[in-house]
Structures are given as C-alpha cells and as structure tokens.
C-alpha cells in the first residue's frame, strides 16, 4: 500500500506534469500501481493520435485485444457510462470496488471475465469516475491470488480523484489553447506583411514568418536581439540606431497603455522604404499569444505591422484570369504593368510588337473594368494585398533607421 504520503504527493505531481506534457502519463501509471500494489492501471483518453488508448500502461499485446474486442464487453464500462450518463455530477469523483459496480458472480460468469480478465491480471477491480463529456474511469486491477481491495483502497483512490479531473480540464483548455494559437499562426503566415506582437518592455512574444526574416536580416533597420546569456532571458525587439529606439518605444509605450500606438517610415540604405505601424493587440490575437490569468487579467500587447512601401508587388496570373477571364498572357502582361513596367518596356520582355501589347492592355481594361492604367495599378495593388506568401515570390529587403 502506500508508504508515505510522500508518494502520494509525487502521485499527483505526476498528474498535472502529464497533463501540461510536462511528464508523461505512464509515470502516473507506475505511480498509481505501486501505490495500489496493482497489476495493471487504466485510463482511456484520446492521445496525439487521435484514438482513445490506455495512457497509464505501454502498449502490448492484452490491450491490443481490449481495444479490439474486449473494451465493448467489459460490465466495469458498461456500468460506468451508464452512471455518467443518468446523474453525472453524482458519480464524479466517486471510487467503487468492483463488487459494488458489478455483482460477483455475474462478473465471474460473463465472458469479458472467462475469455480475458482471469487470463490478464484483471481479478479484482476499483474504478474511479472522471471525465468531461463521457464516461473517463480510471480503473485499476489486481490478478488472482492477490488480495481484494478494500475500503481503505476506495478512500485513497477517491482522493485522487480530483486531481484526475483537472487534469483532464487542463488538458482540453490546454489542446484548444494550442489548436488556437496554430489557427492564428497559420493565418498570420500568409499575409504578405510582417506581423509581430510584443510586450510593453518590447518582449517578443510572437512573429510570423516575413517578420522573423525582416529581424534577422544583418542590415535591418528593426532587428531581434537576445537580452541575457540564457534562453530563457527572452528577445527584444530593437532599432540599431538611438532615434530608431527612441521612436520605437514610444509607440509601443502608446500602444500597451489604452493609446492608439502609432507609424514610422524606415529606409533603407539604398533608398526603399518599409512602413512600421504599432497598434494595440487585439483582444483574440492577444488571448492567444500570451492567454488570460487565473485572475482573468489580460497582458498588455502591442501588434507591429512590417510593410514595404516602394516594392510593387503583382499578384499570381493564375489569380488574374480566375477573376477577370484574362487569358494566360493578358494575365501576364497585366502583372508586369502592376509591377511598373510601361507597355514598352512589356512588349521588349515579352517579344512582341507594341500594337499588340496596347490590343491586350485594351481587353484588360475591358475585362477587368478599369477606366485607365491607373486605375488597373490600384485594382492589382489591392488584390496583391490580399495574397498569401506563399503564392509570391518575396525576398524582403534589408531595413534601417
């Protein structure tokens, strides 16, 4: 039985390390049957995989032949779904012996017993009920020749108990936390801009991917830098030059204390321009970077948007002749222009006479609705805005202040 209250401690410890993916699960299993001198422990909940499994034990060959056919004939679950499913909140966190679930000699006659209990260490039997929205026992066993539980057992399995039951909370809040933060990080990678979040102490707290390579370039003119020896220390977000910092701060300032943050325009040494907008973060992206305290405070957060301002960037010809009907070279020629090229300069790439570059610019403009080329440029600039990454071919510049 237990030996100290020592190893029950370490017990639930191990609990919530699991949980958090701070240990794993079978150290509770090890846990959980050293204390109850078991032969095999049991906790179905779905894993990485997708399918529900037992967590406390290795795989081998009796749980392959549990899951496959056994799971469906075991009275121990039958009975246990059927408690949670007619008075939950009653029979959470309640322990039973096997006895009290499931009347002896029914036990002893049905097959679940006969064809594989007796056969793998499954005699006796105390189960505990958790979960959250079906039936999530955890169920240990003893094998013949062992003693039965007894009371003594039921009271410390029920003291488990609710650490089970967090735990379980914790994990599902913990999962969906996750799967939130990769929905957002998939999104923000397929802007065509820079994003990043950071705190009021300018802490990098997330980026996505045009902004990391804006950060880690030699000669940016915002850059990341790393304050302390230790990884843990953390990365900043910082401007190479005095006026740069200066400037940066401030907005951010703005932004983390109820104000509405602000813009620079940063050049680079060859003349090409990106734009740094510094907003409050909003609420869900916030939530989802840095999350909300037990208190339901939220972090101040500042979103920087990274943009260049001189690069014209076309968008895919595929996109072009989806929306407009443009063949495959008005879609091409189409881009140039978007890009700054003037009909010349197209018809000298392209090999063409200038007549029939000006015959396709007029389909274009006619297909696409646009009054003139000017209206054709900001027509294609809003719908290269609108493109993920990567569908561009996009190699960022190198900035600074």
């Known amino acids: 039985m237990v030996e100290s209250e020592r190893d029950f401690g370490d017990c639930v410890g191990a609990i919530y390390d699991a949980a958090t993916d701070g240990g794993r699960w079978l150290d509770v299993g090890q846990r959980i049957g050293r204390i109850f001198n078991a032969t ?60 009290d679930l499931v009347p002896e000699e029914l036990f002893l006659r049905s097959e679940y017993y006969n064809d594989f209990a007796r ?21 240990i066993y003893r094998g013949e020749g062992k003693d039965p539980f007894n009371e003594r057992d039921v009271q410390l399995l029920q003291a ?20 939130s933060l990769r929905l957002t990080r ?13 705190d009021a102490g300018l802490k990098i707290r997330f980026v996505n991917d045009i902004a990391g390579k804006y950060l880690a370039g ?47 325009r940063v050049a680079s040494r060859d003349g090409s321009c990106v734009a740094v907008l510094v907003s409050p973060a909003p609420r869900k992206l916030a939530d989802d970077v840095a999350g909300v305290d037990a208190g339901g405070t939220r972090e101040a957060l500042a979103m920087v948007v990274i943009r260049p301002l001189n690069e014209k960037m076309p968008p895919p010809t595929d996109m072009l002749c989806d929306l407009f009907g443009l063949s495959r070279a008005e ?5 140039a ?62 900035y600074h202040f």
């Open 331 to 335: 879609a091409e020629v189409a881009a």
């Open 186 to 198: 998939a999104v923000l990678d397929a802007l065509p801009m820079g994003v990043g979040v950071v």
């Open 218 to 264: 030699p000669d940016t003119g915002l850059c990341s830098i790393r304050s302390g020896p230790s990884a843990s220390s953390g990365v900043y977000l910082a401007a190479p030059s005095r006026e740069g910092a200066s400037v940066l701060r401030r907005l951010v300032a703005s932004a983390t204390s109820g104000g509405p943050g602000g813009s620079v």
């Open 40 to 99: 095999r422990v049991m906790l179905r909940i779905n894993d990485e995989t997708g399918g529900p499994r037992n967590v406390l034990m290795a795989p081998d060959g009796s749980e392959a032949v549990y899951a496959a056919h056994f799971f469906a004939l075991d009275p121990y679950i039958a009975q246990a779904r059927r408690d949670f499913a007619d008075a939950r909140n009653f029979h959470l966190g309640r322990a039973k012996l096997g006895a």
């Open 337 to 398: 222009l978007s890009g700054g090229a003037s009909a010349e300069e197209v018809a000298q790439q392209r090999r063409v006479s200038l007549m029939t570059v000006r015959s396709q610019i007029r389909s274009i403009l006619g297909k696409s609705e646009c009054e003139n080329l000017r209206d054709l440029e900001r027509s294609m600039a809003s719908l290269a805005a609108l493109t993920p990454t990567k569908a561009r071919r996009f190699s960022p510049p190198h």
């Open 119 to 139: 056969l793998h260490g499954r005699r006796h039997m105390i189960g505990g009920m958790a979960g959250l929205t079906e039936a999530t026992p955890v169920v």
């Open 160 to 179: 488990l108990l609710p650490h089970v039951q967090r735990a379980l909370e914790l994990r599902l809040r913990l999962a969906h936390d996750e799967h």
